[in-house]
């Protein structure tokens, strides 16, 4: 379905199936009202997120990105979450160079048991992406289409 | 593929704030959905059923069901499109329930989100291909990490039951935290009399190989097949002939080495035998203080054994041992009270823990049962327990409750009063939590019975006043300060996580708590399960607990290892990773990041290739997004199912 | 070039072990050189070093896998031997490599630039401070230095990190004419718009030839590359811009910590697309977090293949 206008934006999430999965269910489980950008889709492992993934749905039309994992030392696989900090860090930093703001793309560490944590961090990167507003989208096959709206739009 | 859509209520659950109707006629329109319904409760027989007759009457190749989060009914609705002859993996789940209905109340964004999630899930599903489990042998024998009460009971019930135990210990001698207690609560039996025979029975069971004084080095495998390299560090004695006479400790000469057994009241022999009841009842030299060891010179032991095992040149020996589950009871430390400035962090003598005060008390202890202050050997008339030292205090980070100490004071007090008729004991104490079977009547003994005067209060300061102590504390019930000349002070101190519980956790990749405590799988329907296949807990390595239920859990770890081990093969979890042969080019990355060593190098044509051992493979897909040909894909979660889930996010 | 004969009595000697020789010779007109195969004795007299000796011959060498083969790298491309040898794409005992002290070479974007639509070159002289190109019309004379690949105007490899034979003398660490990065500093303090904007501009005229990848010594996919591959899926095959910046950033993604900056990819593209600075742009922040550089050690372990359990230069992010 589209982007209801003016209400949302697009975040979409990458949980890792053992913590921060459990702990959005969690948050479910507590009734802790969230924003309703989000959608998330569910991995095994914070460690399976290339971060290419990221700027595929940013390139997409995706608004926000959020990853979230297990705190680090307690990966499900052990050693997940280190290879995912290392890999989504550089992607963060990366990010400007194309012209999305790294704000727009954030990793966290939410355990099952965070339904608390997991309100909090839905409802503030759902905060930061709304103040920045929508990313920029890639409208047509050439740059002119684009370019042509980014101008009037300017 | 043919796919069929179920949106359900839950009941008012999702149907509330969520137009369920509308999500199933949104997705009538969505590519390959040929059918799409919404029904009441999905999960339950009706509902199930309805699937079945969908699945038969459109031909349908995959199910989405939309409704709770997958993490609950996965496994359920997988068995039920099974049941119509799908495969289970051609089903997918869209969580409307924790990750929408629950979150919000605005109708409109929940409906449009539970339509994208349902895309979402379509999409991912036209990606999904049949996926079959591997059988695979088992090994029927067990590890028992831990060789305290939880641990014994567990080892006793898997031998009983016909399985081959391994039991490993840390100390030279089993028996663990009970083993130095004197007597229980709240029946006020000898604990070695109870707990020594099983001991024995351990000891002597066919069943049962006991591994004492030795470490788990490394664990590699997967459940059913794991392989354990055990370290047994260096007794400097030959065990396998060494009778435990207990010569050696007689004649040996330095008598100044710390003792374990004893926490430290009082001091044992270099070589020792950490108690008279210990199993195995064998001597080990402490090479700190052996002076042959340190200095080259003595030798008495060696002399004097009669049956000559002495070997000062011993090395620490490595086996490896071959099992098919884990059971992990490696019990629970004291917190290090001396932390507290108020208690005197450790300057004064006569303010000990509660578990030295243990030692004193037992017959078979290094006072011979006489309670004598460590300072000048004196009986004590007024014996001041302070509770909650460690326990229930956020400013030492340790908020829980440990659970026991409250019984144990109670006991002690008692205990004091039968050793020394003319004492007088208090308590200071927080709440006394005393839910167990005959607790409560227990503790109000101790106070009616025994005369052990309840203050309800902290202790702010411990300071020596001539020989003795003066205890100065509040009383919140009397609203007044509180001064107590104690000739001892014993510190009810709390549990924390073993000392080397962590590392342990990382080499049987468990999870544990920010304590240390080793996580359960669910902390109500697990509770001595982990999320690792193949390993379970026991006793209070996964939290504090007392003499009784560590012995339950003992018994149903066993019972779950009993349960696994029903089987003669498993079924491994077709979720594994799976290289492409034409695209791997053989760099060993993938080789490189697989925490569990499951991705070998094989030789193909003439070329390096990776391939993956799939009873190893554990599926978290590490090596799927370090491969940069794609040639490695984790079964279920490929870049092409997850890209597809992206794109159907965002679509420009 | 002083050693050129050197270097080519070194390969004549080990030649006989060897079933090529990968070096450069002279092209279709004296203002390039192309890669030349060294097969026989008599191929190598055409062998010619200079500063038109753009080539990073590296990119070869996982094609010739089995073979033995000779290669004569510059400090830059020595790199990229390197990094081959860490991710164990090349075999050491196969490669025999030649050295050289490299002074630099030319970037040939630059020279089009300043001949301006000069028609064929006739001559090309270059002494150690000058090129003069005498075209139809006129002799030019420019600057060497000015002339000269903006990664050789920030070397700091001139000579061979690894070789079997090095012939002349190694310059050491030399004076790098520019700082590192100078470019990107400047590129990334233009606003959110301009960069976005700039990338599809750029890469509108991507006629996705792949010849950034064709050059790339560490594009290894070979007939596999995502680019075009359907399992996994990434890119369609449809002329947008979007999937062109995209395989710019898998590209750049799939080199980082790998990536030695030869700028191969940016050399051989036809319509002259700054791909290089997305790969710099990864360099810099694998370098500033990791202190890692790529293509120095062949022992190394690259930063996004481990990891500490605290990492020292990571701050996340409070909620």
Redesign the interface.
Request: positive net charge.
């Given at each position: 379905?589209p982007v209801?206008k003016g209400?949302?934006l697009?975040i979409?999430g990458f949980l890792c199936?053992?913590c921060s999965?459990?702990g959005?269910?969690t948050?479910?489980?507590g009734?802790?009202?969230?924003?309703?950008d989000l959608?998330?889709?569910?991995?095994?492992?914070s460690?399976?997120?290339?971060?290419?993934?990221v700027?595929?749905?940013?390139?997409?039309?995706?608004d926000g990105v959020l990853v979230s994992g297990?705190h680090?030392?307690?990966c499900?696989?052990?050693?997940?979450n280190?290879?995912a900090?290392?890999?989504l860090?550089?992607?963060q930093?990366?990010l400007?160079?194309?012209?999305?703001?790294a704000e727009r793309f954030?990793?966290?560490?939410v355990s099952a048991s965070e339904g608390q944590?997991w309100?909090?961090?839905v409802a503030?990167f759902t905060d930061q992406i709304h103040k920045l507003g929508p990313a920029?989208?890639?409208?047509?096959?050439?740059?002119?289409d684009?370019?042509n709206q980014?101008a009037a739009a300017? | 593929m043919k796919i069929g859509v179920f949106v359900c209520h839950c009941g008012s659950n999702i149907e509330a704030t969520v137009d369920t109707a509308a999500v199933a006629a949104a997705s009538r329109e969505f590519p390959d959905v040929v059918f799409a319904t919404d029904t009441m409760y999905t999960c339950s027989e009706p509902g199930q059923d309805e699937i079945v007759a969908a699945i038969k009457e459109h031909n349908l190749g995959g199910v989405v069901v939309a409704s709770c989060t997958p993490r609950m009914h996965e496994q359920t609705f997988r068995r039920t499109v099974e049941r119509a002859g799908l495969n289970r993996y051609l089903f997918e789940m869209a969580n409307i329930r924790e990750h929408v209905s629950w979150i919000g109340k605005d109708r409109e964004s929940n409906t449009n989100k539970s339509v994208d999630l349902v895309r979402m899930a379509t999409e991912k599903l036209m990606r999904n291909r049949p996926l079959y489990s591997k059988k695979f042998d088992i090994n029927k024998r067990v590890l028992v990490i831990g060789g305290g009460v939880a641990g014994i009971q567990a080892a006793l019930d898997c031998a009983d039951g016909g399985l081959e135990v391994v039991m490993v210990e840390k100390a030279p001698t089993i028996g663990g935290k009970m083993a130095k207690l004197d007597k229980t609560f709240p029946t006020v039996d000898c604990s070695s009399c109870i707990l020594g025979p099983r001991m024995v029975d351990v000891a002597q069971h066919p069943n049962i190989t006991l591994y004492a004084y030795s470490e788990i080095e490394e664990i590699n495998g997967y459940v059913g097949n794991f392989e354990i390299k055990v370290k047994k560090k260096a007794t400097y004695v030959d065990w396998d002939s060494c009778t435990g006479c207990g010569i050696c400790m007689e004649k040996c000469p330095s008598k100044k080495a710390t003792d374990t057994f004893n926490e430290g009241i009082g001091k044992t022999t270099a070589i020792n035998i950490p108690f008279p009841q210990a199993i195995p009842k064998k001597a080990k030299i402490d090479p700190d203080f052996c002076t042959k060891i340190q200095k080259g010179k003595c030798g008495v032991c060696a002399k004097l054994c009669p049956s000559g095992c002495i070997n000062y040149e011993m090395q620490d020996e490595f086996v490896t041992e071959k099992v098919g589950a884990i059971v992990t009871a490696t019990g629970f430390d004291l917190f290090d009270w001396s932390i507290y400035g108020e208690y005197g962090a450790g300057r004064y003598p006569d303010v000990i823990t509660s578990l030295q005060y243990e030692r004193m008390l037992s017959a078979s202890g290094p006072t011979g049962g006489h309670i004598k202050r460590p300072s000048d050997g004196k009986e004590p008339k007024n014996v001041v327990f302070i509770q909650c030292v460690g326990s229930r205090d956020k400013s030492v980070g340790r908020p829980y409750c440990s659970g026991f100490c409250c019984m144990y004071t109670a006991k002690q007090a008692i205990l004091t009063k039968d050793h020394l008729p003319d004492s007088q004991s208090y308590v200071f104490y927080m709440d006394i939590r005393a839910i167990g079977k005959l607790y409560d009547e227990f503790t109000r003994r101790a106070m009616e019975e025994y005369d052990t005067k309840y203050i309800r209060g902290r202790v702010s300061m411990i300071y020596p006043q001539g020989d003795r102590l003066l205890v100065r504390g509040a009383d919140t019930l009397m609203g007044a300060q509180v001064e107590v000349d104690a000739d001892l002070v014993v510190l009810a101190v709390g549990a924390e996580a073993a000392a080397g519980a962590g590392e342990l956790a990382e080499k049987l990749r468990i999870s544990y708590d920010s304590y240390g405590f080793y996580m359960e799988g669910h902390p109500k329907l697990k509770p001595v399960e982990t999320n690792t296949a193949g390993v379970y807990l026991a006793g209070a390595c996964q939290g504090p607990k007392d003499i009784p239920s560590s012995v339950g859990q003992g018994s149903a770890a066993a019972a779950k290892v009993l349960g696994l081990f029903s089987k003669d093969q498993l079924e491994s979890d077709p979720q594994v990773s799976v290289v492409d042969i034409k695209r791997c080019i053989g760099c060993g990355k993938c080789i490189q990041t697989c925490p569990f060593g499951a991705i070998k190098e094989m030789e193909f044509r003439g070329m390096a290739k990776a391939d993956v051992i799939e009873t190893i493979c554990q599926g978290c897909g590490i090596c799927t997004s370090t491969c940069p040909q794609g040639a490695v894909q984790l079964q279920h979660f490929t870049d092409n199912q997850i890209l597809s889930e992206v794109n159907a996010l965002c679509r420009f | 070039m002083k050693f050129q004969e050197e270097l080519k009595d070194s390969i004549r000697k080990a030649l006989p072990d060897l079933d090529v020789v990968l070096g450069w010779c002279g092209s279709f007109d004296p203002l390039h050189a192309t890669p030349h195969f060294i097969r026989r004795e008599e191929d190598i007299d055409k062998l010619e070093i200079s500063p038109l000796s753009v080539h990073n011959l590296a990119t070869y060498l996982p094609g010739l896998r089995g073979k033995k083969v000779g290669i004569v790298v510059k400090g830059c491309d020595s790199r990229s031997v390197v990094e081959l040898l860490q991710e164990n794409l090349i075999n050491r005992e196969d490669i025999t490599i030649f050295g050289f002290p490299c002074t630099g070479v030319v970037d040939q974007a630059k020279i089009k630039k300043a001949l301006g639509h000069a028609g064929n070159v006739r001559t090309c002289d270059i002494s150690d401070s000058a090129i003069v190109i005498q075209t139809e019309d006129k002799a030019h004379s420019l600057t060497l230095t000015q002339m000269l690949a903006d990664k050789c105007r920030t070397c700091r490899y001139p000579d061979a990190i690894i070789s079997d034979y090095f012939v002349g003398d190694k310059i050491g660490e030399p004076a790098p004419l520019e700082t590192d990065y100078a470019a990107l500093e400047a590129f990334e303090s233009l606003s959110v718009p301009e960069r976005f904007g700039y990338w599809l501009k750029e890469l509108d005229r991507c006629i996705r030839c792949y010849a950034c990848r064709s050059a790339c010594p560490l594009c290894v996919c070979r007939d596999h590359c995502a680019a075009e591959s359907r399992d996994p899926h990434w890119l369609s095959q449809e002329n947008n811009v979007r999937d062109k910046v995209m395989f710019q950033v898998i590209h750049a993604y799939h080199m980082a910590g790998r990536c030695t900056e030869c700028g191969e990819c940016q050399r051989a593209c036809p319509v002259d697309i700054p791909v290089l600075m997305l790969k710099q742009k990864m360099n810099r922040e694998i370098r500033d977090i990791f202190q890692y550089e790529a293509g120095v050690d062949p022992e190394a372990t690259p930063p996004l293949l481990s990891f500490n359990m605290e990492e020292e230069n990571i701050t996340e992010k409070e909620w």
């Open positions: 379905m209801l209400k949302e697009r979409v199936n053992w999965y459990g959005a269910d948050a479910g489980v009734r802790f009202n969230q924003p309703t959608r998330i889709i569910r991995v095994p492992c460690g399976r997120i290339d971060p290419l993934f700027v595929k749905a940013l390139m997409n039309g995706a297990c680090p030392r307690d499900h696989y052990a050693e997940g280190f290879y900090r290392r890999r860090e550089i992607m930093r990366f400007p160079v194309l012209g999305y703001e954030e990793y966290t560490w944590r309100q909090q961090v503030s920029p989208k890639i409208i047509g096959p050439q740059a002119a684009t370019l980014m300017l | - | -």
